[in-house]
């Protein structure tokens, strides 16, 4: 799958930045979208592409347990989210729900993705190709677990 | 094996876990609130049109549901929310709905402890990341989503990844002035926001043991904000006379086997901590008060799981007793209990004497839900436990983590002030 970069050059992009608690009594997806990352780039809404990615730093999705925030990622277009590390029950939820993609990626990723460029990755090989830059980088396999829940199309479609 | 690996694999149908093993574990307990709750609802819509079966639910009698986020409704919204909730409890017989306006009802994980839902050696989740509270009480807590909580109240049982633990021991006996807050932004200061991720964060030793229930239950709270799975302290007797005073009865404690080894041990001398606060905008960012007494401030916000118990309504009480606020000052207890309690010990005529604001039982403004949000360029001190930008209210809002001690004596100087330093 092929998208650009949302970069935000930061670490612990938490959940009340990425969807703000005023919102949570909110459970329509698509109304949800209109607000995602509201609290740390106001434009995002206006420039997501579907099939966009966002590129972070480390503990992305940290704080709150709210569904809201991939929700919101997912319903504005984001596939995926890479990030050099993520908070647990953000990375669950992305999985379980089948909202996005949680990729983390190593330093060297982090450092060479610019902000707009266009990324190509692929699961199966566990690759990520910067198509902007001609660039190979490498993602963190996903568990055993994880995988078969990804594959499956989360938590409900897997049979343990 | 230690609590948490023990609480796990008996979860699980195993006589040994060890960390990083994939479990799918069997829930003793699960509760959803007035966030959570409609998320599951939406999820179980979802499920119905993919054909999956949503009559029945795993075991009603065990799934317990509270109104905390955005109550007494602060909207239209809200309002749907409630009734939503309201009909899905009625549909599915759950019967232990706390409602407010009908008696006991509070903040989801408050309640967990006053009304012992949940017991020692108990495998507990809940729609909320701050569900690790209820470790204190000696069970496995931790936070899930919506699709996971779906998951459980159809299923009863969710996967989880063993952690591995972290040991932090207290040595010595808290001063009058240091709380358990203080204890864990310490610890939070150090490790940072990622330190314990996916790990467990167990509390021991003497400082521990001296400690109330209330007390500790601040620690394992505050063990998300250090990116935790869970946090857990082997239960002793002042757990069992707390649960027993509420009718607790039939449970098991787990404790760590003898031979028990933990990941890493962190070590801290009561004697050598002060009181803190955490600085916009982490929880990590953490300074001594008595460094930030030039930072003026605009309101104080006493209320949360974190900051608004009975103990923590009774040391704010000390402060405030005979003197004036000098900032806006909102007290919310966090459950009817509480306040109840609050009236009869004469507290809330201390409060209203100093000129505070008090409220409903609710998660308020700690979310930036509502009650008392804050403005662009707001500056707030608050017994809360997160402070992230917007955590509150206006992005560009400040607040600073403090513990009922810190924040009281701020609020009356209309400053960060150390409780040592009040006149």
Redesign the interface.
């Known amino acids: 799958m092929k998208g650009n970069a949302i970069k935000y050059d930061k670490d612990?992009i938490?959940t009340?930045?990425i969807l703000?608690?005023?919102y949570?009594?909110?459970?329509d997806y698509d109304e949800l979208a209109k607000h995602a990352m509201e609290?740390?780039d106001p434009d995002f809404h206006s420039k997501v592409k579907d099939g966009d990615y966002i590129v972070a730093g480390?503990?992305f999705g940290?704080?709150?347990?709210?569904?809201?925030a991939p929700i919101a990622l997912s319903y504005s277009g984001i596939k995926a989210v890479l990030a050099l590390?993520f908070?647990?029950?953000f990375y669950?939820?992305a999985v379980?729900?089948a909202f996005l993609l949680p990729i983390e990626i190593d330093e060297d990723a982090y450092k060479s993705i610019s902000n707009g460029d266009q990324l190509e990755i692929s699961v199966e090989k566990n690759t990520i190709k910067n198509l902007t830059k001609n660039k190979d980088y490498k993602m963190k396999p996903f568990?055993?677990?994880i995988g078969k829940i990804i594959v499956a199309g989360?938590?409900?479609k897997y049979k343990? | 094996m230690n609590i948490t690996e023990k609480i796990l694999a008996r979860a699980s149908g195993k006589n040994n876990v060890s960390p990083d093993d994939v479990v799918f574990a069997n829930v003793d307990k699960a509760m959803i609130h007035d966030v959570s709750g409609p998320g599951v609802i939406k999820v179980f819509e979802k499920l119905a049109k993919q054909g999956i079966s949503v009559d029945k639910l795993w075991d009603p009698s065990k799934i317990w549901v509270a109104e905390d986020h955005f109550v007494p409704s602060a909207d239209q919204v809200s309002a749907e929310n409630i009734v939503q909730l309201s009909k899905f409890t009625k549909k599915y017989g759950i019967e232990k709905h706390f409602k407010y306006g009908m008696g006991q009802y509070g903040i989801c994980h408050t309640l967990s402890h006053e009304e012992a839902m949940v017991l020692p050696g108990e495998a507990y989740v809940g729609g909320d990341s701050h569900t690790n509270t209820t470790g204190a009480l000696g069970a496995f807590a931790c936070g899930l989503g919506h699709t996971d909580m779906a998951y459980v109240l159809l299923n009863g049982k969710i996967w989880f990844k063993v952690p591995e633990t972290y040991y932090f021991k207290l040595n010595g006996k808290l001063s009058e002035h240091v709380m358990a807050k203080d204890f864990i932004l310490r610890i939070i200061g150090d490790i940072g926001t990622e330190g314990c991720a996916y790990r467990a964060m167990q509390f021991g030793g003497t400082g521990i043991n001296e400690m109330s229930v209330e007390e500790r239950l601040t620690l394992t709270n505050m063990t998300t904000e250090a990116g935790a799975k869970n946090g857990i302290i082997a239960p002793d007797q002042k757990i069992f006379d707390y649960l027993g005073a509420r009718g607790a009865k039939n449970f098991t404690p787990v404790y760590d086997d003898a031979n028990n080894e933990y990941a890493k041990i962190f070590e801290y001398e009561a004697s050598e901590l002060e009181p803190l606060v955490a600085k916009p905008y982490s929880p990590e960012n953490v300074a001594a008060a008595r460094d930030i007494s030039s930072i003026e401030l605009d309101k104080a916000y006493i209320g949360s799981c974190t900051g608004a118990k009975l103990e923590d309504l009774r040391a704010v009480a000390k402060i405030l007793k005979g003197r004036k606020v000098k900032i806006r000052t909102e007290i919310l207890p966090a459950a009817i209990s509480i306040y109840k309690k609050a009236l009869d010990e004469g507290l809330v005529s201390i409060f209203l004497d100093a000129g505070v604001t008090i409220g409903p039982p609710t998660c308020g403004a700690c979310c930036g839900a509502h009650m008392g949000v804050l403005a662009k360029d707001e500056v707030c001190v608050s017994t809360t436990n997160r402070n992230f930008p917007g955590r509150m209210g206006h992005v560009e809002s400040k607040t600073y983590l403090a513990s009922p001690l810190v924040a009281a004596a701020s609020a009356v100087t209309g400053k960060i002030t150390d409780p040592r330093d009040l006149k």
């Not at chain 1, 949570?24 to 459970?27: M, V």
């Open positions: 612990n938490d009340d930045v703000p608690g005023t949570l009594k909110l459970h609290g740390l480390r503990n940290c704080g709150s347990s709210r569904e809201h590390s908070a647990r029950i669950r939820n379980d729900g568990s055993e677990l989360g938590l409900f343990p």
